[in-house]
């Protein structure tokens, strides 16, 4: 049975880390054409990138000093409590099994979801050439990025829910929102933590859209151009009790967030026999009716 725990811990948990740290994210360089890559799923391995990034070293604040007012709505983000049953997260029959009934479960309860899609799963380690998964071996995603954008977002709810079920959900006024559920596969994380952007600091010229290139379709990411104004957090020692929802897109244009841009960094004085960060992100579009 899966055991949601009362509280997030708090920095105390997680002694010696400082309220705020500062560390280099990886940043788009804009250019004058579309900017486009080749997908894991296309290498094996690490994405080939055809275009110019740049490190911007940033403030980023431990989301553990506001965990209680953040809101995947405002932020674009949330730090929850979350314990899992699944014993081994590299089973692949656990994890498309029971793992995706008790994500299933924690976002019927958070959003109070009329309906639960989980359509993807990925595995991330920084240890070796990645962690194993169907696809290939995957290792963090250092560059900052949100998984869809305006065109990419609907068209991949289609994909996955079908479009006339969309087309009526939408006419009904109902909200279809792509969440990502991230958790640590083992605890706590001491290297390549998950950085994530505030959405609301976030200007829509600074979301640049990038072509993804898979063996069968080519999709859309947005990459992150830098900004100063822009606001980072990230959720220190994190364990596998722990999960981080990440917005992705939302059907609703309102003024909420929409676009959450994130990506791995390397903790300033981080130990050198820290453990490898091997973490698991489950894709999901939660319906809101």
């Known amino acids: 049975m899966t055991e949601t725990v009362s509280s997030v811990p708090s920095r105390a948990a997680s002694p010696g880390l400082p309220a705020e740290l500062e560390a280099p994210l990886t940043f788009i360089r804009r250019q004058d054409t579309k900017p486009v890559f080749y997908s894991s799923a296309m290498t094996g391995g690490v994405p ?9 070293t940033v403030p980023i604040a431990d989301m553990r000093d506001v965990a209680d007012t953040l809101s995947v709505d405002r932020e674009g983000f949330k730090l929850l409590p979350h314990r899992t049953a699944v014993e081994d ?13 008790e994500i299933e479960a924690l976002l019927h309860r958070e959003f109070r979801a009329s309906a639960v899609a989980v359509f ?8 070796g050439p990645g ?36 087309a009526r959900l939408l006419a009904s006024g109902a909200r279809i929102v792509q969440i990502n559920v991230w958790r640590p596969i083992r605890g706590p994380v001491e ?33 992150l151009a830098y900004a100063p104004t822009q606001r980072w957090y990230y959720a220190s020692g994190m364990t596998r ?11 609703k244009v309102d003024g ?17 026999d820290a453990p490898a960060r091997e973490s698991i992100e489950v894709r999901t579009f939660v319906v809101i009716e």
Not at 207 to 213: E, F, G
């Open 48 to 56: 080939k990138v055809l275009f110019e990034t740049e490190a911007h």
């Open 89 to 101: 997260l590299y089973d692949d029959a656990a994890v498309s099994g029971p793992y995706y009934a």
């Open 120 to 127: 993807d799963v990925t595995r991330r380690s920084d240890g």
């Open 131 to 166: 962690a194993k998964n169907p696809d290939g071996l995957r290792g963090p995603a250092a560059r900052v990025h949100v998984d869809y954008t305006v065109k990419s977002g609907p068209q991949r709810a289609k994909d996955v829910l079908g479009e006339e079920k969309v």
């Open 191 to 223: 290297r390549s933590p998950l950085g994530l952007a505030d959405a609301s600091s976030v200007a829509p010229d600074e979301l640049i859209a990038t072509d993804q290139i898979f063996p069968d379709r080519v999709g859309e990411i947005y990459s």
């Open 241 to 251: 009790d722990e999960v981080v929802l990440i917005k992705s897109w939302d059907s």
């Open 256 to 272: 909420r967030a929409r676009f959450t841009p994130h990506g791995a960094f390397p903790l300033p004085a981080m130990r050198a």
